[in-house]
């Protein structure tokens, strides 16, 4: 590549790879990355509001060109498709591959690994893959270090992805295994999930007293545990995780 760092346009292909009809996308592969197993195909329901529109937009899409002739163009596409959805998607300062470029100051939104960071999304396992996750493949073409996030795509449910695959091909569906090796999956933070507030649990200590209760009955033991990272807060009840709805804590003393 002329520009020494046109790293986001996947390798060409000459067979068109459909995505089969039922999954068997499981963990796999080698070098760390994600590839084809025996497990069932990942869910199909959508995060959010936001990820339908981005979903319906991609699939919309599929078989139209996207800046045809003009190599490293995946990245764009995907942000395009954003735009169009109406949906923000940010550009990450420090990418998951930072420390494996050429020049780890070499960044921009241009390039596959901008989706990469903790700054855009959530990593998510590929057990946990929605429809509109981003999809992130390592070395899909180029000589570069094991790692190199190069190429990235949407997941549009039922084991597929849309993409920009080459400079000569429209926009096509394939498979979620069409390169061997998945980096990771990014779930953009502007994505709202859908949660229905199904319960609660709350603990009270008076005067060296405690009492807890969930779903409103008194309960002898509520072991409850709250882990913030990145963020992001996950909450487990008597080892059960459960979606954080709201969080409230007040200490006296």
Do not use: W
Request: with cysteine.
């Amino acid at each position: 590549m002329s520009d020494g760092r046109s790293r986001n346009t996947a390798a060409p292909i000459t067979q068109p790879h459909t995505a089969p009809a039922s999954g068997a996308h499981g963990f796999g592969g080698t070098g760390g990355g994600f590839g084809s197993g025996g497990l069932a195909a990942p869910p199909s329901k959508p995060h959010s509001d936001e990820a339908v529109r981005v979903v319906r937009e991609a699939r919309r899409r599929v078989g139209q060109g996207f800046r045809l002739g003009e190599e490293a163009q995946c990245a764009n596409f995907v942000r395009d498709v954003f735009e169009k959805a109406q949906v923000p998607i940010g550009s990450s300062n420090n990418p998951s591959d930072r420390r494996l470029l050429p020049d780890p100051n070499d960044l921009g939104p241009g390039y596959a690994d901008s989706f990469a960071g903790d700054d855009v999304g959530a990593k998510v396992s590929r057990s946990e893959i929605r429809p509109g996750d981003l999809v992130l493949y390592q070395n899909t073409y180029g000589n570069y270090r094991s790692g190199v996030l190069t190429h990235v795509a949407i997941y549009v449910g039922q084991g597929s992805i849309v993409h920009r695959p080459t400079k000569s091909r429209p926009v096509a569906m394939d498979s979620l295994d069409l390169f061997p090796r998945i980096g990771e999956i990014r779930r953009p933070h502007s994505y709202k999930a859908k949660v229905v507030h199904a319960g609660s649990a709350k603990c009270f200590v008076h005067d060296m007293e405690s009492a807890a209760f969930i779903n409103g009955g008194r309960v002898s033991v509520a072991d409850i545990r709250i882990h913030v990272h990145g963020g992001h807060v996950e909450a487990t009840i008597n080892g059960h995780k459960v979606d954080p709805v709201s969080l409230s804590l007040q200490l006296f003393y």
